[in-house]
């Protein structure tokens, strides 16, 4: 519950951003009462990511266990990020994480590398899949359209929640699908 | 001189984040002087996020006049978002204001949402131009070409400093410039 409340926190008002007093006041608990539990805020807010993160995953990947095909499962990938936003308030924490963390805490970034570094890795093997069943090309790049597939969807997800309209993810998803197509062999 | 250091304060460590003890300790001037010049913090933000963004169209918009045709801008744009960093550290001022502000200060975010739109508008003229002179096929779409434009650069930026190292930016310039030629007439 702590964990809970505190990613909501951490994940709309950044890593020094999120004051201990609306800390204690969400989670209910005195000062003493958190490092009860977490030995410091930066110890907090690693939790708070790592739960984070693992909501987003549940989203990203829901259902994605009823496709059959790798290309498939790609493509549901992308349709989950459009229309399954993550359960923790303030967007995504990878990019939120990342963007807060670059000219600050070192341990908070290396778990955000590490998400970056897990979903692109689950990306391309898929793309490698795809590959080996015949499905997609074999002169797709696994690296370079996991690349792409994030960084147009995070992209878009910044664009969408400054503009404040959907817009920009319905522009990616299409673009998206449109780039699978060019490398799929039917 | 004082929006410039303060900018760099800004962008780095975000609104909240940014200390009036590391203003004025950058900028060499006591509050009363910072206070002089601005009403408040969200004042300064404000100006510095301005500065920012004036120094990093510059950047992105340098040499294009050298170029005649509408398709050889666009393609000039993402060469330059690539090979040209912004002059103030910290990585994309817009990217990190969007993120910062998505949950904080509304002004300042009012700011950002007008440096996206400005940035979508300049890209699909282009588009619209490069149409109108037949370089362009007529199907293509010039907010849906301007949106992927900037959804893959600025998503690619947040990957490339977070994995530190071009990787990402790499593969969104390569894969910006086929999707440009999948809409290109010649």
Known sequence: M?????????NQRGYSGARLSELMEETGLEKGGIYRHFDSKEDLAVAAFDYSWSEIKQRRLAMLDEISTPLGKLRGMI????TRPSAVPGGC???NTAIDTDDGNPVLRAHARA??????HYLEELVR???????MDAKASPAGIASIIVAT???????SRLSGNRTAMTQ??????????SVATK
């Open 2 to 10: 702590i964990i809970r409340k505190a990613a909501a926190i951490f």
């Open 79 to 82: 349709d989950n990020f459009v």
């Open 93 to 95: 924490a990878l990019m």
């Open 115 to 120: 998400a970056l570094h897990e979903w692109l």
């Open 129 to 135: 899949q795809g590959i080996a069943q015949g499905e």
């Open 153 to 159: 969807l995070e992209g878009s997800l910044m664009m």
């Open 172 to 181: 990616a998803r299409e673009h998206l699908h449109k780039t699978l197509d």
